[in-house]
């Protein structure tokens, strides 16, 4: 770990002691969001200091124009930006005629900071003493509300506690910011309406380019001591800002406050015309809820999302937090009810990574969503990539496939690849399998396959085309090669035979033809009007097998393993336990070359594939496999520490596993891989959720069957998950000795522990 300021708890992140240093990382750890929207953590009154400002409208975003030293053929134009949304909630606090400014203050003290995960609020409290000598106490407390997902809602309070004082509150809203991510400085907003009327104010802006059309909005409250106050506040206005400022005095002791609404209508949901009367019903509905009757509401909404996605863990509380964390921020960032959008790699906590698309979403991310939710919302993740079918295909022609071959986008905010460096644009084409298997991994846990008539069987034949393109007859191996890409191991880039990839592609070509021929025999009126539509024939997909069939896989008969491309064994085999620990991580200290050129594995290729494809190989094989390749893993990607855990798990390495699993678990509250200020790893966050239940549960669907092999890490007493399997809740509460298994309603299940049938009666338990 490379921090460890954050204090362990059951239920809630907290920080205690203003640090400056801290206050980018913090930003991140404390983000907030609501599916909709989100924003980082940044203090509401002015911050003179080090900081990172950001708040995000989900689906809102900019191309911004590629930049790169040399123009390749087939580069994307743009790489798409998530942007940093106008500012709402800002509020200026003046104390006898000075900013409350924390970088600024003589002294600050008694900081603390929560973010309590089982309620879904950011709270604040400190002591200042301001340079005038005013010494004053303020609590903060916010929300983004989940059942008004416009709208967000500040209660800040200031008590002054050394003397009567006149205080002012400013909040505002704000057009005129910028992004941390730019290539170019580009303007991104056009502001094009700054309104205000009895307490209420609008500000009405459109995206550059991609005219998005959006109505930031703010009304304001002010209490002395919990009862409101009627003041007249000035106003004050300019092209991109309006601020109101409500004065008053206030006496030594007594407590004034301000509650803040605000948010964002957009017209992705509303006429763009009609965004400020949109914008006037939510505030509407929020004033006359307030605060309280919101905040109550809040708890309930994230209660019912606990009771079906917590997993606890007893024994071990920084465990405990990390799991919570994990699971808390995905459901900030996605919660399926909206299937034009997707789950960025950041979020809403930072701007790295575009907020766009990547394969995390099908490798990592399904899984999770398909198990603690309705199965619609994994079905709409998978409708994501269908109905950005066409653009896959486009995206194929660009680098010169045709007939309808798809390649899907490494990154994407509409369906058209956005990333800007060559060896991922170009080579890091594995991407196009995992969206396959995701197809695949749905209808084995869900046991719904009408997706693939209906609309799944177009994208694995698309992808299949796009892999019998992409192969190439070897003369000299007899076999057909995939040359010059970059696997998931993104520290090894124009390659030859990277196994993962053409495993994957063999898998995929394989898969769409099983699928073609279950359509035809039993949904033919699909099967025509699909053949009508793609062009199929026999001969084609007589082709595909040929090249599935004759597949090269790089293999070393000396290690009796796989290998991850052509050249691996050509390199100096150093493992990483001999590397200087000042070295690490060697993406912050390396050259590019060097990296190139070392054994070291950013993170899970090979073993990828055996993580997917497991019941393909037998545990031995997987062993082999793990101990020949884990030495030479790195582990500097947020996505590896989860697959490592669940392999280890799987042959009874538990405590690499336990290892592992705290690494995925708390990558960023420890900052491991020392980049947390640029926003949290919510993909990977999945991971984490697969780390216990797929890892130390053992859950898998074997001859459709829902299958265990619970194991517990000896650092803890127990622990326990729910699943929705087929739309029946499986509670799995596992302890040292015994695992118990609970069904709740619906009817009795088979399932199997340890690969002997159990069976489950409906709301009783089954101890094993």
Known sequence: MNQDYIKPDNWSIIEEGFHAER?????????????????????????????????????????????????????????AKVLNAPNWIGINVAINGEQLDLNKCKTVQDFRRELNMKEGWLSRTFKATLQNGIEVEVNAKRFLSLNQDEMGVINYQVTPLNSDAEIVFQPYIDSGITNEDTN????????????????????QAKTMKTDFYTCTFMESKVFINGKSVLIEPNVSADATLVSYSYKQNVKQGETYAIHKFGGYTVDRNHDKNALVTAAKSVLETATQLGFDTLLEQQKQA???????????????????????????HLNQTYLGKDSRLNIGPKGFTGEKYGGSTYWDTEAYCIPFYMATKDQKVARSLLEYRYNHLQKAIENAEKLGFTNGAALYPMVTMNGEECHNEWEITFEEIHRNGAIAFAIYNYHRFTNDYSYIPEKGLEVLIGIARFWHQRATFSTAKNKYVILGVTGPNEYENNVNNNWYTNYIAKWCIDYAIENISKVEAEYDTDFTRIMNKVKLSKAEISQWKSVADAMYFPYSEEHNVYLQQDGFLDKELIKVDELDASQRPINQYWSWDRILRSPYIKQADTLQGFYFFEDHFSTEELERHFDFYEPYTVHESSLSPCVHSIQAAKIDRMEQAYTFYLRTSRLDLDDYNKEVHEGLHITSMAGTWMSIVEGFGGMRVKDNTLSFSPKIPKEWDGYSFKINFRNQIIKVNVNQGKTNFELEGGESLDILVNDKKVTIEANSLVTV
């Open 184 to 203: 170019w400085d580009d303007k991104f907003w056009d502001t094009t309406q700054v309104s205000h009327d009895n307490n209420q104010a609008f500000i």
């Open 23 to 79: 206050v980018e990382s913090s930003e991140s750890l404390f983000s907030i969001g609501n599916g909709a929207m989100g924003q980082r953590a940044n203090f509401e009154e002015q911050y003179s200091g080090k900081t990172f400002q950001g708040s995000y409208i989900a689906g809102v975003y900019y191309p911004d124009k590629t930049r790169v030293g040399w123009w390749k053929n087939g580069y994307p134009e743009y790489f």
């Open 302 to 328: 994230w209660a019912n999302i606990w009771d079906m996605a917590d997993i606890t863990i007893s024994g071990d509380v920084k465990a405990q937090q990390g799991i919570r964390f994990n699971i808390f």
